[in-house]
């Protein structure tokens, strides 16, 4: 497989074989790829936990268990309110 990075990318690859860390261009772009894959399988996680969670939300209001939407924003904003005032 045959690859253009581009200059940048080029550079960054030739500077990282220059530290010495990686011993090839292919061993940096494998390294690249695996915490590519890292990232998208934690971003895969987070997506069916939110899917869990907005199920379980969606089977909560068909029981009737919901709050006051008004009320829970009010809570929100109060316990932000000392945080913006650190900021």
Do not use: C, W
């Not at 010495?20 to 261009?25: C, E, K, T, V």
């Not at 940096?28 to 894959?37: A, D, Q, S, Y």
């Not at 899917?51 to 068909?62: N, V």
Request: hydrophobic fraction near 35%; charged fraction near 40%; proline fraction near 2%.
């Amino acid at each position: 497989m045959n690859v253009h990075l581009g200059p940048t990318l080029d550079q960054f690859v030739a500077k990282l074989l220059e530290s010495g860390l990686y011993q090839s261009q292919s061993e940096v772009i494998r390294e690249g790829l695996r915490l590519l894959k890292e990232r998208e399988d934690m971003r895969e996680l987070r997506r069916a936990e939110l899917r869990r969670e907005i199920a379980k939300g969606g089977e909560q209001a068909d029981r009737g268990e919901l709050v006051d939407g008004a009320a829970a924003f009010a809570r929100v904003r109060k316990r932000a309110a000392p945080e913006r005032t650190r900021g």
